[in-house]
């Protein structure tokens, strides 16, 4: 089962989820860090990657012999990443999409595609589950092909967690396509309900199943609770507003570590209850 | 020789356009015939990214020799030191005076872009 | 007219509560909230809008159903994942996967896919009481590559220099790709807001990264400093090793939360912790040389 945490808003605490889910989890967990803006997973285990993997894309190189000047490729590139002149094409490999489109217009083979670092995969073993974190190079701006590699990784078979990165477009989307079930982690603010209606919108476009967990959760205040019974969104759990989880996470402890009781509930929500919803039998809440 | 300058307007006595990418339109001045005609950036204007690569082609496929303006990004640079385009940076208000001080040879060339480069 | 960016790489730290605090001690001045992925600020400020654009970027596919003939050649050449074939072999186009490359439409032997305008969001110009607002919604799984929030950032700076504004205030985005880029580049000042955790100082480290790519002058404020005391002095001090300034340190405080929740800022509460130290905050700013006002006619002539 592969279960995506996702958000809206960034903050909320899905990198806590979703380190606390693999911690928890009975079986064999494989956890992917697909925020590879900004990973986070790593910094609360203390093992040592056991193996990084270079993360390229494919990007065009002018091979010069044979380029006649037509402007095919110049023409075929919807994002303005080669300029040509004469009989001389220049490659912007910082804003070509790794399409393939300009080496496929050309008529002469003056294109060939070669690799062009992006970020890396570092692989843990992390107490009691299997880490990999997608590290995105600073300066480089798109994060979905690294995301498309580091999922490149999840077993066809056997539970997987993926933290996914805040918002909605197009690294979310990434993250969060085939998974089984997505998680959407959220704080009862307004802030936290704005964005929470964004992320079911996308999920709901994706025809993705969701449910909610209420993070830093106060008594008499039902705001996320009343948009989710008018939404029909399941809530699968409820995190105490508590300043010793925010210290202990703060210091790089984990909310088990926090909250030790939250641990059968953890369980009981990757045993039961979403292969339950996945199954559409009701679940009890 | 013919030169581009960047321009807000269609002659000489326009204002001009500090901006060498998104620039309103392109003066071309051909030394020989002492004739400017309008080219049209607009496509440039348009282009959600890379408008500087755009320019600069459109300068390119202009034939010109230099260009004058007085803000060049970085990839918009690239491309015509590449295609052997000199670069002339600016405060001139107006094209005119531009023009003046380049024929009297007063601009410098420049050797490298003198603005960061924007994600689009 | 100064530009000044409100940024932290880490999501959740703050910057959307601190932008709102202090537009009001920076008005009138014009306001632009570039996380347009989940944009928050106009919860805080309450904006009436007055004009509504939408925003066209890049393409899209179109089936033209009749002329396909279920080769699946498209799908062969996707490289995003974008194309899922029906068991006819005709392609449905992923929403939030496809980049608009135009590929299949380009090699598609029965010419059965055309490349069409893509409506990706859309923007609007509204007032508040710090003054006018530049704000936009990315649809749903729409490329976040930054286009939006250049687009609405100049139209931002257009406003604030015909309104004579001193000060251009940008929410930032969280993380550091197209987006952050593209909010980023060409402003007279980022503050950095960062707050006392293990993630809080790995993502800081980050956006220092990129901001001095891009030679940025920029400070660190440190917001919610006192839940955490070590990693608060922790950060002190890789700010000092590192030569950087620390702007300011805001305490953790419900008053955030309270008048969030009813449509205000802390500003509004004269004499509480927040708003003492939001005033210390941009006093301390408004006496650095980004935050110095200059003669309008200097700022046009920058790209």
């Known amino acids: 089962m592969k279960v995506a945490v996702a958000s809206g808003k960034g903050g909320t605490g899905k990198t806590t989820v979703s380190l606390a ?111 990999i974190t997608g590290v995105m190079n600073v300066g480089y701006a798109m994060a979905p092909p690294l995301i498309r590699q580091l999922k490149t990784h999840l077993p066809t078979s056997g539970l997987a967690v993926l933290d996914c990165p805040p918002g909605t477009s197009c690294s979310m989307v990434t993250s ?95 045993a039961q209850t979403l292969p339950g919803l996945l199954a559409g039998r009701s679940v009890a809440s | ?118 994600w689009t | 007219m100064k530009e000044i960016l409100v940024i932290s790489g880490k999501g959740g730290a703050g910057k959307t509560s601190l932008t709102a605090a202090l537009a009001g001690l920076m008005a009138p001045c014009v306001l632009v909230d570039c996380d347009v992925d989940a ?62 490359c135009g590929v299949c439409a380009d090699h598609c032997p029965a010419e059965a896919i055309a490349m069409t305008p893509r409506q990706c969001g859309e923007w609007h110009r509204s007032t508040t009481s710090a003054g006018t607002m530049i704000h936009a919604r990315l649809f749903p799984g729409a490329e976040n590559s930054g286009k939006l929030v250049a687009a609405i950032r100049k139209t931002a700076k257009e406003t604030a220099l015909a309104q004579g504004c001193d000060f251009l205030l940008s929410d930032g985005p969280p993380g550091i790709g197209c987006p952050v880029i593209a909010s980023l580049s060409g402003v007279d000042f980022a503050l950095l807001v960062t707050e006392p955790s293990v993630s809080g100082l790995h993502d800081l480290r980050r956006i220092i990264e990129l901001v001095r790519g891009f030679e940025v002058d920029f400070q660190v404020v440190i917001n919610k ?24 340190k805001i305490s953790y405080s419900r008053l955030f939360v309270e008048t969030l929740r009813r449509g205000h800022t802390v500003m509004a509460h004269p004499g509480s912790e927040p708003e003492q130290e939001i005033m210390a905050l941009w006093k301390h700013l408004s006496s650095l040389k980004a935050f110095q006002k200059t003669p309008n006619n200097d700022k046009e002539t920058k790209a």
């Open chain 1, 21 to 131: 889910l693999a911690a928890a989890a009975e079986t064999p967990c494989l956890l992917l860090d697909c925020d590879v803006e900004e990973p986070n997973c790593h910094l609360f285990t203390s093992a040592e990657p056991w193996r990084t993997e270079g993360v390229d894309v494919l990007v065009p190189e002018f091979l010069g012999e044979g380029c006649d000047g037509c402007g095919s490729c110049v023409r075929s590139c919807r994002f303005n990443a080669l300029a040509g002149f004469g009989r001389k094409v220049m490659v912007f490999a910082e804003m070509c999409h790794a399409c393939g489109g300009c080496v496929l217009a050309c008529p002469h083979g003056a294109l060939r595609e070669i690799p062009y670092p992006i970020g890396r995969l570092e692989f843990r073993h992390a107490e009691g589950f299997e880490l």
């Open chain 1, 176 to 270: 969060v396509r085939d998974c089984d079930f997505v998680v959407l982690v959220t704080e009862p603010t307004p802030f936290g309900l704005h964005d929470l209606r964004l992320a079911v919108e996308t999920l709901a476009e994706l025809k993705l199943p969701c449910g909610v967990i209420v993070n830093r959760a106060e008594p008499g205040v039902p705001l996320i609770h009343d948009y989710c019974q008018e939404a029909g969104l399941p809530i699968l759990l409820e995190i105490p507003l508590s300043r010793q989880i925010a210290e202990t996470c703060s210091a790089g402890g984990g909310l088990l570590d926090a909250c030790p009781d939250l641990k059968e509930p953890l369980q009981a929500l990757l």
């Open chain 2, 1 to 118: 020789m013919k030169v581009i300058l960047t321009s807000q307007g269609d002659s000489l006595d326009a204002a001009m356009d500090a901006r060498f990418g998104r620039a309103a339109k392109f003066l071309l001045w051909d030394s020989s015939t002492q004739a400017v005609s309008v080219v049209d950036n607009q496509q440039s204007m348009d282009a959600p990214q890379g408008a500087g690569i755009q320019a600069a082609m459109t300068a390119i496929k202009q034939g010109a020799n230099a260009v004058i303006t007085s803000h060049c990004g970085p990839k918009a640079f690239r491309v015509l030191q590449e295609a052997g385009v000199k670069v002339y940076l600016t405060k001139a208000a107006k094209c005119r005076e531009a023009l003046q001080l380049f024929q009297d040879g007063k601009l410098q060339e420049a050797s490298s872009a003198n603005v960061e480069g924007h």
């Open chain 3, 39 to 100: 944009a928050d600020l106009h919860l805080l400020l309450q904006p009436k809008v007055q004009e509504t654009h939408p925003f066209i970027s890049g393409q899209e596919p179109v089936l033209d159903a009749s002329r396909c003939v279920g080769c699946g050649r498209c799908e062969e050449l996707c490289r995003f994942e974008a194309i899922r074939l029906s068991p006819a072999g005709q392609p449905g186009f992923v929403p939030g996967a496809c980049e608009g």
């Open chain 3, 225 to 248: 400093a006192d839940i955490h005391p070590a990693m608060t002095a922790d950060i002190e001090d890789f700010c000092q090793s590192q030569r950087i300034d620390v702007a300011g």
